[in-house]
């Protein structure tokens, strides 16, 4: 299957601080790219659906303003956590797909902790 | 999308065959059957997914009632790296392909 990768795996950054974190689909276009966070022993919540070019769409409850993702090109994502607190702490996935009706692929995730 | 219903955890002993079933009484005709699965710390993998038919591949096979409101994965030789958390999702076929993730079955190998 194709190949998607995340950047960094983990990372720690202290409260108020912003973090970025990257999603690159290596071996194909990602048209679209989506953005799950997962709490231990949790699901998978699906946070936001980003086309490439467009303004992404947030899930009811995720706050836009905290959360910025950026699909700027057909390879690549980021999720910003802007003001970061220690209940962001979280696994953060991305998954990208080429389109309506493609399969997802996800990446392999990024675990951050807020302390 | 459909929701699924799956048993929260299995235990299969290693070399046996594991079967999951997934309960998707609401399914719409043109809803495929996903499987996923997430190994600790990982993201999720594709496995397998079909429509109405039985599906195989080098994974596993996929048994799908005839009416289409159950499911059964199947791995036929279950290893040790086979232990992870199995989502059973369905979805439509065409316009957005959001994929809802359950709670799934935390499938456990055991020597």
């Known amino acids: 299957g194709a190949v998607v990768s995340q950047h960094p795996s983990r990372v720690i950054c202290k409260s108020g601080t912003s973090v970025k974190i990257e999603c690159r689909s290596l071996?194909?276009?990602?048209?679209?790219m989506f953005w799950y966070r997962q709490f231990p022993k949790k699901s998978l919540m699906l946070m936001a659906t980003s086309n490439e070019g467009s303004k992404a769409t947030y899930e009811q409850g995720v706050e836009k303003d905290k959360f910025l993702i950026n699909h700027a090109s057909l390879t690549l994502s980021t999720l910003t956590v802007t003001s970061a607190h220690p209940e962001d702490s979280s696994f953060y996935i991305c998954?990208?797909?080429?389109?309506?009706?493609?399969?997802?692929?996800f990446g392999p995730g990024t675990r951050l902790t807020v302390t | 999308d459909a929701k699924t219903t799956q048993p929260t955890s299995m235990d299969c002993a290693e070399g046996r065959a594991a079967n999951l079933p997934c309960n998707h009484s609401t399914i719409s005709g043109n809803e495929y059957v996903y499987w996923y699965r997430q190994i600790h710390s990982q993201g999720p993998q594709y496995i397998i997914h079909?429509?109405?038919n039985n599906e195989t591949n080098e994974m596993a096979s996929l048994i799908i009632t005839e009416d289409r409101k159950s499911s059964t994965l199947i791995l036929p030789h279950a290893t040790l790296r086979d232990t992870a958390v199995y989502y059973c999702i369905v979805r439509v076929s065409t316009g957005a392909n959001n994929l809802f993730f359950g709670t799934g079955t935390r499938l456990t190998v055991i020597p």
């Open positions: 071996d194909f276009q990602a048209t679209t």
């Open positions: 079909g429509l109405k």
């Open positions: 998954s990208a797909s080429g389109g309506i009706g493609y399969e997802q692929y």
